[in-house]
């Protein structure tokens, strides 16, 4: 999977904020905060291909985290990412 580049990371006050670029106007619904280790994520995927396992071992290198709760942060976080169309199967 990809991530869908019609979304943009930017910080917004202080937040991370994931838009959606193809918008004319802003939508409220098309604005998505996220944490600091979702926009890490975010910026190492960049445009590459990558898969649950793979951003498991990236969180699992960056923090000091079990595997076993890396691998529900990502798979939960990748479903988000999923159901609001920020990823390219």
């Not at 985290?65 to 990412?81: F, G, K, N, R, T």
């Amino acid at each position: 999977m990809r991530l869908n580049p019609k979304f943009k990371l930017n910080m917004v006050a202080g937040e991370y904020m994931l838009l959606d670029t193809t918008a004319t106007t802003i939508n409220l619904n098309k604005v998505f905060s996220i944490n600091e280790p979702a926009a890490w994520l975010w910026r190492t995927i960049g445009g590459q291909e990558f898969d649950e396992p793979m951003l498991v071992e990236w969180v699992c290198a960056e923090y000091d985290v079990p595997a076993s709760v890396a691998e529900q942060d990502v798979h939960s976080m990748v479903c988000l990412w999923r159901q609001y169309d920020m990823l390219i199967e």
